[in-house]
C-alpha cells in the first residue's frame, strides 16, 4: 500500500462505537492543525475518497507554497465553507 504524506486510512470495527472508516487529512503549520475526514461512505468508495483527499491536500499545498498564510487556506478548506 502507499504512504501519502498528511493522509492516514481509518478502519473502524463492527461491534463497536468506532465504525468510522475513511482516510483523514491533518496538516499543521504556524502551530495550528487543518484536519478534515473523507469517509468512504459519504464518496461511495475507499478509492474515490481518498481520491478527494490527495486533491485537497495537493490543493492546499500549492496555495500554501504560493505564499498564502495557513490559517486563510486552512479556513477556504474546511468542510462548513464547502457546504
Known sequence: MNTHRYITRYNGQKGTRNTFCGWRLCITRQKETYVRYFTDREYAH???????????RDAMLAALAGG????????????SAES
Do not use: C, H, I
Open 46 to 56: 475507499a478509492d474515490k475518497a481518498l481520491q478527494e483527499a490527495l486533491q485537497t
Open 68 to 79: 498564502e498564510d495557513f490559517p486563510s487556506v486552512a479556513a477556504r478548506y474546511r468542510k
